[in-house]
């Protein structure tokens, strides 16, 4: 099947409204006779439940947590961005757009990159008036910060709980229509199956995961918002229950999955301590505005702090390596994410990490505790204030950015990060590849949509900070409530789609079929034993440095590991009641099938762009020597992979991606 | 407003109002009994004032009366519903961990200070009602003199009474001093006053309990 | 560190449950309280028992899905932190840990340490919304200023994770710290006027129909809470409610 982005015609800028103008829509009447089933409850598929519903489309929306406002979305810490301009320094939809292509280096799809800028600022009018409490300065308008990759200042924030404050924006307007009952709530359910009837979408099968039953949901289309597959790496920052398996499913019932080697390694997390860890977590690259990143500038420095004989605190300014700043002068600390988990990487492996493992740098506070301190005594009218009085009133300042998250570092770590800087590694953070969707957010099935995290559409090769929340709420309040009303224009003569029919019946019995083998396969090992050995693998040889040789030792590796999989892992307890285990089992089953296509991905594509770096494409000299090398001559396209029975059959289709408004560049933050 | 004072929040505010009350009631009983240390004469038009005086006999007494049942009443239905709210008991539970003794333990110095009321009644409010309302005699006089004071300097002869009274009044220091805060923030009123309050609080659940103390056992040992 | 557990299971909602002990070793200090769990689970089904239920999901305590009373206090022995934060440097080698689900009757078990918390949910729908659609017409961000302080306060109440530790540990069951601070963050911000009273009083009345109990002001909620969610935004709901029938 050829790929059809389906982008309207036209110049950019109008590429959307006369699109809106355009397209088909449903009457208010009609509407009330249309269900639609929304699987995940972030941000995505939160705030498209709640619009649909309020449009008049009858809403099924599940979740596998107890409520909506727990989905992963809450996690983020920094903000939102959005083309206000409010600070007056030149910010415009232009400037998003062509920041969040250029920083997802040029794998992106300009239309709908636009598009995502075009409606930014509609997000940030519309959670205000929600009640969400945005951060605000003296005056009462909402403040500003300014995150990695840019140079203005752009992104709103809620203290360092941005993500939590949105996504509890759009459970307060899904509660709103949970209580008219325009939306129905299936909490603790999780989407095993999609259903296809004559080619389209026309429901799922869901177990609930307290009773254990399987149940069958119809509706007129399917949307997927169920986040990123980021939980291949078995370690990462997102939730424990996080996982691919919708998004699995509707690729092997005919979704292409797209870019699947797009991760993004955040790089400042805190550092791993021990096997026994069960995720990582993330500090707010925010910090990075105002923590300055570094590493001992001596290798026997870094050997005595490594061995705990020496302290960084004891360091002269002189025998430190702001390696960042020194690669970088332009951008210093906040160059992109995968830039700096790259640089952090080389550093570490170079042997200059800071902890026990070698893996871990520093993030210090200590000169913005005195910026903001020296200011502070100025603004209070302090003549000659004592070094501890600067201390305490910097202090002031940086605890209220960022006390949260320096009171989390503590309570992880046991060190107090205002008299020691911090330490950081990077971490799998966010998956810009997921199910490869056209400009409507469907996928290759009709009548089956895909948004947020999921899809794979908006960042590229490498996501800019902050934008993952700006495009979740942008895909379900403001896009795909358009674009699903012109493909349902066509159903309102459909009717109740019917449950009893063969086609759901196939679908629950492969379903049931799959859990009565984990049940019943008495094998002698956990699911999460093989977890863990498939997460190995992707970090070793499908992580933030990749190459030939150990991209197809890592694909033989993780089929070896799924054929073990099946023969031997043991799932206790039984079907039919809250079975912890067996879920497990169904996700890492899918797990081990898309850890081999992300690797067949990343072999594919013997580029370097974004978060996909390839050892065999580096600048070999120059300015730039070092430095990921893109090549736009035969790599500017979008890797969509159509599924044949086993990963390593998966048939590539290319959609070329063509850059009318923007001219391809190198990205260089030097 | 009838529905208001069925909600969970309607029944604290009415119990914070009648705590008022009753704390406003201390304060008066306590004025009286305090001149008792210094003044015989003054003590005895006192009480006679009081205990003749029509509007605080007919009006503020039963108003009293109804607090002090209204309080406990609510202070029980309360502790049923919450005790019903609770399900299944901890096996461990570490409430000393985040709250004091006497916020946790309002229902048992509640009762203790029911019982000392039952006392009291006993000691002086009943032979009060009878030598007023049943003999009829409103004079408040005995052998030519006001017979207030000779009978409150006379139940403290006993040493067990004076222990039981010292006790219950420990025991309502304790329900005041979670209870004095409690009413206010129950009332919502709270911002920006908490440290305030509190020491106020404090203040007045020593302040109180004390003086009745003192009264006891100052004419425990002076007669 | 070695570790002796007692740990409370029961089969689902409608089975009688138990304390059942267990022993797990060679527990690191640095590992966090459910990471602790994790090895006590891979050891359980390595032995082909059922592994111990309990609710978790983001670890970083913000989703608000853990849940566990430990040692007779919620989120254990630690302050300002949830289960997932927990670290078992706040053990010693050879202790007893007492693991139990949150108790209320509000809150029934549904699998071992896993208890239904719907109640929450449903009080939210009763109205912690502001009326909006979210058609994107509204007004610009800008053009409605908001004091500083009223923001900051609205954000101190919204933090709340809804993670049921105010009802767990308060000897009443009670759930008016959690109501308190969803009626709160609406209360302080210019948009939740508009409903402010219906929004009370609905709420409230959602809360007593859910069968929690009364508040008597001990202020277990507001220490136990990982969010330092403030008493204050109990009596702030009082003062609503109040405001609300006048």
């Given at each position: 099947m050829a790929l059809d982005s389906k982008v309207p015609k036209g110049p950019i800028k109008d590429k959307w409204t006369d699109y809106k103008?355009?397209?088909?829509?449903?009457?208010?009447?009609?509407?009330?006779?249309?269900?639609?089933?929304?699987?995940?409850?972030?941000?995505?598929?939160?705030?498209?439940?709640?619009?649909?519903?309020?449009?008049?489309?009858?809403?099924?929306?599940?979740?596998?947590?107890?409520?909506?406002?727990?989905?992963?979305?809450?996690?983020?810490?920094?903000?939102?961005?959005?083309?206000?301009?409010?600070?007056?320094?030149?910010?415009?939809?232009?400037?998003?757009?062509?920041?969040?292509?250029?920083?997802?280096?040029?794998?992106?799809?300009?239309?709908?990159?636009?598009?995502?800028?075009?409606?930014?600022?509609?997000?940030?009018?519309?959670?205000?008036?929600?009640?969400?409490?945005?951060?605000?300065?003296?005056?009462?308008?909402?403040?500003?910060?300014?995150?990695?990759?840019?140079?203005?200042?752009?992104?709103?924030?809620?203290?360092?709980?941005?993500?939590?404050?949105?996504?509890?924006?759009?459970?307060?307007?899904?509660?709103?229509?949970?209580?008219?009952?325009?939306?129905?709530?299936?909490?603790?359910?999780?989407?095993?199956?999609?259903?296809?009837?004559?080619?389209?979408?026309?429901?799922?099968?869901?177990?609930?995961?307290?009773?254990?039953?399987?149940?069958?949901?119809?509706?007129?289309?399917?949307?997927?918002?169920?986040?990123?597959?980021?939980?291949?790496?078995?370690?990462?920052?997102?939730?424990?229950?996080?996982?691919?398996?919708?998004?699995?499913?509707?690729?092997?019932?005919?979704?292409?999955?797209?870019?699947?080697?797009?991760?993004?390694?955040?790089?400042?997390?805190?550092?791993?301590?021990?096997?026994?860890?069960?995720?990582?977590?993330?500090?707010?690259?925010?910090?990075?505005?105002?923590?300055?990143?570094?590493?001992?500038?001596?290798?026997?420095?870094?050997?005595?702090?490594?061995?705990?004989?020496?302290?960084?605190?004891?360091?002269?300014?002189?025998?430190?390596?702001?390696?960042?700043?020194?690669?970088?002068?332009?951008?210093?600390?906040?160059?992109?994410?995968?830039?700096?988990?790259?640089?952090?990487?080389?550093?570490?492996?170079?042997?200059?990490?800071?902890?026990?493992?070698?893996?871990?740098?520093?993030?210090?506070?200590?000169?913005?505790?005195?910026?903001?301190?020296?200011?502070?005594a100025k603004i209070h009218n302090i003549k000659n204030p004592s070094e501890a009085k600067i201390y305490e009133l910097g202090q002031a300042v940086v605890e209220a950015k960022y006390g949260n998250l320096f009171q989390m570092y503590e309570k992880i770590v046991d060190e107090n990060p205002y008299k020691t800087p911090m330490m950081i590694y990077p971490a799998t953070h966010y998956t810009m590849g997921g199910i490869w969707v056209d400009y409507n957010l469907m996928t290759t099935v009709e009548g089956l949509y895909c948004i947020g995290e999921a899809n794979f559409s908006d960042h590229g090769a490498n996501r800019l900070g902050a934008s993952a929340l700006m495009q979740g709420l942008a895909d379900g309040y403001f896009v795909l409530p358009y674009t699903i009303g012109d493909y349902l224009s066509h159903d309102i003569r459909t009717g109740k789609i019917p449950t009893d029919t063969k086609e759901f019946d196939e679908v629950e019995k492969e379903v049931k079929d799959r859990i009565d083998f984990f049940i019943n396969n008495k094998g002698t090992k956990s699911v999460d034993h093989f977890h863990k050995r498939l997460g190995k693998v992707m970090w070793d040889k499908v992580g933030m440095s990749r190459n030939a040789k150990d991209l197809t030792a890592a694909m033989a590796e993780i089929k070896a590991i799924r054929e073990e999989f099946w023969k031997d892992v043991k799932v206790p307890g039984s079907a039919n009641e809250m079975n912890v285990e067996l879920e497990k089992a169904g996700r890492v089953a899918d797990f081990l099938e898309l850890g081999e296509l992300f690797a067949k991905d990343a072999l594919v594509r013997e580029e370097s762009c974004g978060g996909h770096f390839r050892e065999e494409s580096a600048e070999l000299d120059g300015p730039q020597k070092g430095e990921a090398k893109r090549n736009d001559k035969d790599f500017a396209f979008v890797s969509a992979w159509e599924y044949k029975g086993e990963p390593a059959d998966a048939v590539l289709h290319k959609e070329q991606l063509e850059f009318k408004d923007i001219e391809l560049k190198q990205r260089s933050y030097k | 407003m009838s529905g208001f004072f069925k909600s969970s929040v309607g029944r604290k505010v009415a119990m914070a109002l009648s705590a008022f009350f009753l704390m406003f009631f201390l304060i008066i009983h306590l004025a009286v009994n305090i001149t008792s240390l210094f003044s015989e004469n003054l003590f005895n038009e006192m009480s006679h004032f009081m205990g003749t005086n029509p509007l605080i006999q007919f009006a503020l007494q039963p108003v009293l009366i109804f607090g002090v049942v209204f309080h406990f009443v609510m202070g029980f239905v309360l502790e049923l519903k919450n005790k019903k709210a609770n399900g299944v008991a901890y096996v461990r539970n570490n409430g000393a961990a985040n709250s004091t003794w006497m916020s946790r333990n309002m229902i048992y110095s509640g009762l203790a200070i029911l019982a000392f009321i039952a006392l009291h009644f006993i000691d002086f409010w009943i032979p009060e009602l009878n030598t007023k309302y049943v003999v009829g005699d409103m004079s408040g006089m005995h052998d030519g003199n006001f017979r207030y004071y000779h009978e409150l300097v006379e139940k403290f002869h006993n040493p067990a009474r004076v222990v039981a009274y010292v006790v219950a009044f420990v025991l309502l220091g304790l329900h005041l001093a979670h209870g004095f805060t409690s009413a206010f923030q129950s009332m919502g009123i709270t911002a920006g006053r908490k440290k305030t309050l509190q020491s106020i609080g404090k203040a007045y659940s020593i302040i109180i309990p004390l003086g009745f103390v003192i009264v006891a056992v100052f004419h425990f040992f002076n007669h | 560190m070695n570790l002796t557990l007692k740990i409370w299971r029961q089969k689902d909602s409608k089975a009688k449950g138990q304390m059942v002990d267990y022993k797990v070793t060679d527990i690191s200090e640095h590992m966090s309280f459910l990471e602790m769990m994790d090895v006590l689970n891979e050891q359980l089904v390595n032995t082909g028992e059922e592994p111990v239920a309990f609710d978790h999901d983001c670890r970083e305590g913000i989703c608000g899905m853990c849940s566990l009373y430990i040692n007779g206090e919620a989120h254990g022995p630690d302050r300002g932190i949830t289960t997932c934060q927990l670290h078992m440097r706040m053990f010693k080698d050879g202790d007893t840990i007492t693991i139990e689900p949150w108790r209320a009757a509000a809150f029934p078990v549904i699998k071992d340490l896993i208890v239904d918390r719907m109640a929450f949910e449903r009080i939210q729908q009763a109205g912690g919304f502001i009326s909006?659609?979210?058609?994107?017409?509204?007004?610009?961000?800008?053009?409605?200023?908001?004091?500083?302080?009223?923001?900051?306060?609205?954000?101190?109440?919204?933090?709340?994770?809804?993670?049921?530790?105010?009802?767990?540990?308060?000897?009443?069951?009670?759930?008016?710290?959690?109501?308190?601070?969803?009626?709160?963050?609406?209360?302080?911000?210019?948009?939740?006027?508009?409903?402010?009273?219906?929004?009370?009083?609905?709420?409230?009345?959602?809360?007593d129909l859910e069968g929690f109990g009364n508040c008597t002001n001990t202020g277990a909620c507001e220490v136990e809470c990982p969010k330092g969610i403030t008493l204050e935004n109990i009596a702030r709901m009082n003062r609503e409610l109040m405001k609300a029938n006048i």
């Open positions: 103008n355009n397209i088909n829509l449903v009457n208010p009447a009609n509407k009330r006779n249309i269900d639609i089933i929304v699987v995940g409850t972030g941000l995505a598929g939160g705030s498209a439940a709640a619009t649909l519903a309020e449009l008049g489309y009858n809403v099924k929306a599940f979740a596998y947590q107890d409520s909506p406002r727990r989905a992963h979305s809450i996690a983020a810490q920094g903000g939102i961005n959005a083309a206000k301009n409010y600070q007056g320094d030149g910010d415009s939809n232009y400037r998003l757009f062509y920041d969040t292509v250029k920083g997802g280096d040029y794998r992106s799809r300009e239309a709908n990159v636009y598009r995502l800028a075009e409606v930014s600022g509609n997000i940030i009018d519309q959670c205000v008036a929600q009640g969400v409490p945005f951060a605000r300065d003296y005056g009462g308008l909402l403040d500003n910060r300014s995150f990695g990759g840019v140079l203005v200042s752009r992104t709103f924030y809620a203290k360092g709980q941005t993500g939590q404050q949105l996504l509890l924006g759009a459970y307060s307007a899904m509660n709103r229509q949970i209580a008219r009952g325009k939306i129905q709530m299936y909490n603790r359910h999780e989407m095993l199956d999609v259903v296809k009837i004559d080619g389209k979408a026309r429901g799922i099968i869901a177990r609930d995961l307290i009773t254990g039953e399987l149940e069958r949901h119809s509706a007129h289309a399917v949307v997927i918002a169920t986040g990123g597959y980021g939980n291949v790496y078995f370690l990462s920052t997102n939730a424990m229950g996080s996982n691919a398996t919708a998004a699995w499913k509707i690729h092997k019932k005919g979704a292409y999955f797209a870019n699947p080697c797009f991760t993004q390694i955040h790089p400042t997390c805190i550092p791993r301590s021990g096997d026994y860890q069960s995720k990582l977590t993330l500090m707010s690259e925010s910090l990075r505005n105002d923590g300055r990143i570094w590493v001992p500038a001596k290798i026997e420095d870094a050997k005595a702090i490594q061995q705990g004989k020496l302290k960084p605190t004891d360091l002269a300014e002189e025998d430190r390596d702001y390696y960042l700043e020194r690669r970088y002068p332009a951008f210093g600390n906040l160059v992109p994410r995968d830039v700096a988990s790259r640089a952090a990487k080389e550093r570490c492996d170079a042997g200059y990490g800071v902890n026990a493992t070698g893996e871990a740098v520093y993030l210090d506070f200590a000169s913005a505790i005195q910026r903001y301190g020296t200011e502070q | - | 909006v659609n979210t058609s994107g017409n509204t007004q610009d961000a800008n053009s409605l200023p908001i004091s500083k302080i009223a923001a900051d306060e609205a954000m101190d109440a919204a933090t709340c994770i809804g993670c049921g530790a105010c009802v767990a540990t308060c000897k009443n069951s009670s759930a008016m710290l959690f109501v308190g601070a969803k009626v709160s963050q609406y209360a302080l911000l210019p948009q939740g006027q508009v409903e402010a009273p219906e929004r009370v009083k609905n709420m409230v009345a959602q809360m």
